[in-house]
């Protein structure tokens, strides 16, 4: 059974970093693309960033509201993805979902985890 | 960045009713476009792929089609569990990117 558990969340003041992780289970996890998408409170899903999958290097993608401030990367050996947000502001609240994809899309989301940027 | 925009943002319907939902792209994305269902407190569900492929388990009464910059989601006789919000996304090009959301009440 595919399972994500995303953890990590937390309160964070502005400008400061957190660091979130997905682990996944139940697949080949060096074989599928991941991606990182969040939820603002009361908000519609905004896409974050992507983990390509090992064949592809593991190369990364990013939307312009987080690059150069997040970094997505991997934990081959714990089976775990990560998000490493820096520099974080308050528009950054969201809860974070991390999906795996098959193909082209995402076919199963953790839970998420709730981050909350506020002094 | 592609645009994505949906309509109707918020739909009041009935149980048994049929529900349309629009997703208009700013720019051709062929079909390289998703739908999914979200309820309360829950993460996204994948439901139409490629445009108007059905993901594994999600039942009939759901259909997706168009191509290039409009598409349409939709739900034959609504049942009670249908009732959530939903989004397209398209996957032409970075950065993905989601439409707003189209909220679907009971009447």
């Known amino acids: 059974e595919v399972q994500l558990v995303e953890s990590g969340g937390g309160l964070v003041q502005p400008g400061g970093s957190l660091r979130l992780s997905c682990a996944a289970s139940?697949?080949?996890?060096?074989?599928?693309?991941m991606d990182w998408v969040r939820q603002a409170p009361g908000k519609g899903l905004e896409w974050v960033g992507r983990?390509?999958?090992?064949?592809?290097?593991?190369?990364?993608e990013y939307a312009a509201s987080v690059k150069g401030r997040f970094i997505i990367s991997r934990d081959e050996s714990r089976n775990s993805l990560h998000l490493q947000m820096n520099s974080l502001k308050t528009e950054d609240t969201a809860v974070y979902y991390c999906?795996?994809?098959?193909?082209?899309?995402?076919?199963?989301w953790g839970q998420g985890t709730l981050v909350t940027v506020s002094s | 960045d592609i645009q994505l925009t949906q309509s109707p943002s918020f739909l009041s319907a009935s149980v048994g009713d049929r529900v349309t939902i629009t997703c208009r792209a700013s720019?051709?994305?062929?079909?390289?476009l998703a739908w999914f269902q979200q309820k309360p407190g829950k993460a996204p569900k994948l439901l139409i792929y490629?445009?108007?492929t059905l993901q594994g388990g999600v039942p009939s009464r759901f259909s997706g089609s168009g191509s290039g910059t409009e598409f349409t989601l939709t739900i034959n006789s609504l049942p009670p569990e249908d009732f959530a919000t939903y989004y397209c996304?398209?996957?032409?090009?970075?950065?993905?990117?989601f439409g707003g959301g189209t909220k679907v009440e009971i009447k």
């Open positions: 996304q398209q996957l032409k090009s970075y950065p993905i990117t």
């Open positions: 139940g697949f080949t996890f060096s074989d599928h693309y």
């Open positions: 999906g795996r994809l098959s193909g082209n899309n995402v076919d199963y």
């Open positions: 720019q051709d994305i062929s079909s390289s």
């Open positions: 490629a445009a108007s």
């Open positions: 983990s390509r999958n090992k064949v592809n290097s593991y190369t990364t």
